[in-house]
């Protein structure tokens, strides 16, 4: 991408998201190399689908943002509001593409260099985008179609009239808002629209190779018109496929933890795991605040606390005494309900929120390439520089 246009371009895209505290400062850095990483592809390829991906996500985050509030909690206990995203959160979507492109665009440098030298050589590949060519722009295109359907699904899917199904539930039951793996007709009509967008914007700024460039220095074989709604369609599908695949990750592989009080969904902030206070061991967390008062009324500490009264007789106050008892493990517990705050309502507690779009982004990257490997019998090897 030239100088010209990616400097202002960056600059404008780290202002718009310091503007609308989009981003936290962590959060602006990461972008910011994000931004730059993809602004070294010789294409404007990379970057327009990291700008599109940016605003279509926020776009996405500030629709009904109030309303979206109130369906979730934080981690804290407040509503549930997204709130500006972490460098955790920005590398988890973007570092997939970034190293495809930084790798897609030293060969294209390479080839470059090679048609100089050797003008005449026919081994040194093309410079446009050839059907049956390049696998590193599929997975580049691949990943932003799935983040940015899942992103859209997610933040959208959420609003829907009908409560999200658990898509790794054999019954497919109700789970609340906000559960991981809870799907909804209207997320998935948002996943899609997502991976319209972005494929959209890829088919407009692709440098696909033609008729004319046929015979030029650096041309590659040209592509049909059946060729491209090939190419349109599997890579819209396989956009789609993603958030579905995020979505039964998240279900198996991440814990939804739900407040009890409320029914909603507790999120944690950043994308992190949410703490399950009591849920594990009730029973411990009532046995030390039982403890804790004994040691109060039996003295114990700075500050003593009487632990009889002398207004009642020697064995009523004795009971009061020994109900507090903490060798006493058949005594009630002296206050709380005796019922955990917030229960796992699904999934196991391996990956966080950022490990699973990580590994969905990544795992559909290469998913893509290694599909389109197969159709166009490239070997998928050819995406590693050259020795």
């Known amino acids: 991408m030239k100088p010209a246009i990616a400097v202002p371009a960056t600059l404008l895209l780290v202002y718009r998201a310091y503007s609308k505290k989009s981003l936290t400062p962590g959060g602006l850095l990461a972008a910011t190399l994000t931004a730059i990483a993809h602004a070294l592809h010789p294409w404007n ?37 997204e709130g500006p995203r972490n460098h955790v959160q920005v590398l988890a979507n973007s570092l997939t ?114 008729d004319e460039t046929a015979g030029t220095l650096g041309g590659g074989a040209p592509w049909s018109t059946e060729q491209r709604r090939t190419l349109i369609l599997g890579l819209t599908l396989w956009g789609l496929l993603g958030s579905v695949v995020d979505s039964i990750l998240g279900g198996l592989f991440q814990s939804s933890v739900k407040d009890t009080r409320s029914g909603k969904i507790v999120e944690g902030e950043g994308g992190v795991r949410v ?10 967390e009532l046995d030390v605040a039982a403890d804790v008062k004994a040691a109060l009324l039996h003295g114990e500490g700075g500050s003593a606390v009487e632990d009889t009264d002398p207004t009642l007789g020697a064995a009523e106050s004795e009971a009061r005494a020994d109900r507090y008892d903490a060798r006493d493990k058949h005594r009630r517990p002296s206050f709380g309900d005796e019922k955990p705050s917030r229960v796992v309502e699904n999934g196991w507690d391996l990956l966080d929120n950022n490990d699973v779009n990580f590994l969905m982004a990544f795992g559909m990257s290469v998913g893509a390439m290694a599909v389109v490997s197969w159709y166009w019998q490239v070997p998928l090897s050819s995406v590693f520089p050259a020795a």
């Open 97 to 210: 593409a970034s190293i495809l492109s930084l790798l897609h665009a030293y060969q294209l440098r390479s080839r470059q260099q090679s048609l100089l030298a050797s003008p005449g050589g026919s081994n040194a590949g093309s410079l446009c985008f050839a059907w049956g060519g390049d696998l590193l722009v599929v997975g580049i295109i691949a990943n932003y179609a799935c983040v940015a359907a899942d992103t859209l699904s997610s933040e959208l899917g959420i609003l829907a009239k009908g409560q999200p199904r658990l898509i790794t539930s054999l019954t497919l039951r109700k789970v609340p808002r906000g559960t991981n793996g809870g799907v909804t007709l209207t997320g998935l009509a948002a996943g899609l629209l997502g991976s319209v967008v972005v494929v959209t914007a890829a088919m407009l700024f692709l440098p696909f190779c033609s």
């Open 275 to 284: 703490l399950v206070s009591g849920s594990q061991h009730p029973e411990r």
């Open 45 to 81: 390829l990379p970057f327009v689908l990291l700008v599109v991906f940016f605003l279509a996500g926020t776009r996405a985050t500030h629709v009904k943002e109030k309303v979206k509030a109130g369906l979730t909690l934080k981690s804290g206990g407040t509503s549930g509001s």
